[in-house]
C-alpha cells in the first residue's frame, strides 16, 4: 500500500531538494479540508511546477467528503495545469465526475505516461473531461481502470473513439468491473459493461499496433466475447505479449482462445479467471498448442513432426487463478505455469530435438532438403552428441547425403560428362601427335644412316653436304604409306 498524506506541506522540502531520485507523492482526501490545507495544497501544486525533480506518481486517494474537497481539488488542478514533471497518476476510491472534473485543468495539458482509476465511481459524464488526454496525449502509454463500479458501455465507447481519433500509443490496456468474483449480476448500483462493449475493446486492439498487455475483467466476457477476442489474436501481426482474462467463460470458451493461439506469435503469458465449469479437458486443449507430445496420440511420425512444427512456440506461462467453478488436477495447473522460459526459436528446438530423439533410427518423414542436411547434422551432434550423430548415418533409412552417388555429384553430373568428353578428344589429339613425332625420329634416324654409310663418320666437303641436302629433299618428297 503507497504512502498517503493529509499534509500536502510534507512533500515540500523534498521537492526543494536538487536530486536525480524521482519523487512518489501520496495525498489523502477525506470529510473535509482545513483552509490551511487548501493553502499547502497550493503551494505543493507550485513547489511541483518549479521543481526540478520528477514526480514517478502521484496518488490521490479518496474517502466520503464534503464541497471543500472539490474547491481545493479544483485549485491545486489548475496550477497543475501544463506539468510534465509527472509521470504517472492514480485516483483511487470515492471518486466520481465532480473530483475528475476539478482535474480538468490538468488533464488538459500534461505529459502522463501512465492514468489507473481505482475503484471509482467514474461513468460517462467524465468522458468529456479526460477526452481532451486520450485524443492530444503523445506520452500515455499506460491506461488501467480496474475495479470500476460505474464505467458502463458509453464511458468505454467514448474512451476507445478518443483513443483511435488521437495520436496516444497504448501499450498496457486494463478494464474491470469491481469484485466481479462476487458480483451479483443483479447488483443495480454496477453499471455492467455489454457484450457490445467487448466487441468494441476487441476491435480496438485489433487495430493498435502498440498494444502488449491487455487485462479484461468483466462480467458479460462469456464464450461469445472470447470469440470475439480470438478473431484477433489468432491474427499472426498481433502485439500483445500479455494477456489477462476474467469472466463468464468455461470449458467452451478456452478451447476457442486455444484454437486463436495455434498461429499466434506474440503472447506469452496468460492468466485466467474462469467463471463457468473449467476442469481438465479445456485445460488440456490449453497444453497441447504448446507440447504436441502431451495428451496426443499421432498416427504416424508425419502426423506427430506436422503438430511439433504447427505448435505454438512463444507461450511460457498459462496461471489459472483459484475458482469455485475451476476443477482442473493440480498437475495440469503447474505444467501450464511453466510451459517454457525460452525464447521461441529455442523452444522449437528444443521440440524437434525431442521428436528426433524418438524417432532417431529413421528421420526420412521430415523431408529434410539435402542443402540443410549439414545443419541437421550439427543440430543432432549438439543434442544427442556424438553418439546421436551416428545413430542417425547408421539409420536404416539413411539420409541422401550418405548415398552413392552424393547429391553433390548429382547436381555436377552434367558438367562432368561435358569435361569427359572433352578429355576424350584432348587424349585422341594426343596419340596423333606421339605418334606423327615418332614419324619424325624415324626419318631422322634413316637420314643419319645414309649419311654414315657415305662418308663415315668424318665431316664432308660443301659439295658434298650439297648432294646429301638434294638426296634428303628427295627422299621427303617420296609419299608415306
Same mark, same amino acid.
Given at each position: 500500500?503507497? *504512502?498517503?498524506?493529509?499534509?500536502? =506541506? ?12 524521482? /519523487? ?20 505543493? =501544486? ?6 526540478? %525533480? ?16 472539490? =474547491?481545493?481539488?479544483?485549485? *491545486? ?43 471509482? &465511481? ?6 468529456? +473531461? ?12 499506460? !491506461? ?42 443483479? &447488483? ?22 502498440? !498494444?502488449?498487455? +491487455?487485462?479484461?475483467? @468483466? !462480467?458479460? !466476457? ?6 470475439? /477476442?480470438?478473431?484477433?489474436?489468432? %491474427? ?7 494477456? &489477462? ?26 492468466? @485466467? ?5 473449467? #476442469? ?34 512463444? /507461450? ?41 530423439? $524418438? ?34 548415418? %547408421? ?14 555429384? =548429382? ?11 572433352? #578429355?576424350?578428344?584432348? $587424349? ?11 614419324? @619424325? ?13 657415305? *662418308? ?17 629433299? &628427295? ?7
Amino acid at each position: 500500500m503507497p *504512502f498517503v498524506t493529509k499534509n500536502p =506541506a510534507h512533500y515540500l522540502k523534498a521537492l526543494a531538494e536538487t536530486s536525480a531520485e524521482a /519523487l512518489h507523492i501520496g495525498l489523502f482526501f477525506s470529510r473535509s479540508i482545513s483552509e490551511q490545507q487548501a493553502v499547502d495544497l497550493i503551494k505543493l =501544486a507550485k513547489a511541483i511546477q518549479q521543481s526540478t %525533480r520528477t514526480i514517478r506518481c502521484l496518488w490521490l486517494r479518496f474517502r466520503d467528503g464534503d464541497e471543500s474537497i472539490c =474547491a481545493a481539488l479544483q485549485a *491545486f488542478g489548475d496550477e497543475l495545469a501544463g506539468d510534465t514533471s509527472i509521470q504517472s497518476l492514480v485516483i483511487e476510491g470515492k471518486a466520481g465526475p465532480a473530483e475528475i472534473e476539478c482535474l480538468a485543468g490538468f488533464f488538459r495539458n500534461n505529459k502522463l505516461r501512465g492514468l489507473q482509476f481505482r475503484r471509482t &465511481d467514474i461513468d460517462a459524464s467524465a468522458s468529456a +473531461v479526460l477526452r481532451p488526454l486520450f485524443v492530444g496525449s503523445d506520452t500515455l502509454n499506460v !491506461l488501467d481502470l480496474s475495479q470500476n463500479s460505474k464505467l458502463g458501455d458509453v464511458f468505454v465507447e467514448d474512451m476507445l473513439t478518443a483513443l483511435s481519433e488521437g495520436e496516444t500509443s497504448i501499450e498496457t490496456l486494463s478494464i474491470g468491473e469491481c469484485d466481479i468474483d462476487a458480483a451479483d449480476d443483479n &447488483d443495480e448500483t454496477i453499471e455492467r459493461i455489454s457484450a457490445t462493449s467487448v466487441e468494441l475493446i476487441a476491435r480496438y486492439v485489433s487495430r493498435s499496433k502498440s !498494444l502488449s498487455s +491487455v487485462t479484461l475483467r @468483466l !462480467l458479460n !466476457l462469456d464464450d461469445i466475447g472470447i470469440g470475439e /477476442l480470438a478473431n484477433v489474436l489468432k %491474427r499472426q501481426d498481433c502485439s500483445v505479449r500479455r494477456l &489477462d482474462l476474467g469472466g463468464n467463460f468455461g470449458n467452451n470458451g478456452i478451447k476457442i482462445l486455444a484454437e486463436a493461439l495455434k498461429t499466434n506469435q506474440s503472447i506469452k503469458t496468460i492468466t @485466467l479467471g474462469c467463471h463457468k465449469n473449467l #476442469n481438465d479437458v479445456g485445460a488440456q486443449e490449453l497444453l497441447r498448442v504448446s507440447d504436441p507430445f502431451a495428451y496426443t496420440t499421432h498416427a504416424n511420425k508425419k502426423t506427430e513432426w506436422d503438430s511439433v512444427k504447427k505448435s505454438n512456440h512463444s /507461450l511460457q506461462s498459462v496461471y489459472i487463478l483459484d475458482r469455485p467453478s475451476v476443477t482442473v488436477s493440480n498437475e495440469l495447473v503447474t505444467k501450464l505455469r511453466s510451459i517454457s522460459s525460452l525464447q521461441p526459436h529455442q523452444t522449437l528446438q528444443t521440440k524437434a530435438w525431442h521428436h528426433i530423439e $524418438k524417432h532417431i533410427e529413421d528421420i526420412s518423414h521430415m523431408e529434410i532438403d539435402n542443402k540443410y542436411v549439414p545443419e541437421i547434422m550439427s543440430f543432432v551432434q549438439k543434442r544427442g552428441e556424438l553418439n546421436g550423430l551416428f545413430e542417425t548415418i %547408421r539409420s536404416s533409412n539413411s539420409l541422401k547425403i550418405f548415398e552413392n552417388p552424393s547429391p553433390e555429384r =548429382a547436381r555436377l553430373s552434367d558438367q562432368m560428362d561435358r569435361i569427359q568428353k572433352e #578429355n576424350a578428344i584432348l $587424349k585422341r589429339l594426343l596419340k596423333a601427335e606421339r605418334e606423327r613425332s615418332q614419324s @619424325l625420329r624415324n626419318d631422322n634416324y634413316a637420314v643419319r644412316k645414309t649419311v654414315e654409310m657415305k *662418308f663415315g663418320k668424318k665431316c664432308p666437303s660443301w659439295n658434298s653436304c650439297k648432294q646429301l641436302w638434294l638426296e634428303v629433299v &628427295d627422299l621427303i618428297k617420296e609419299p608415306i604409306w
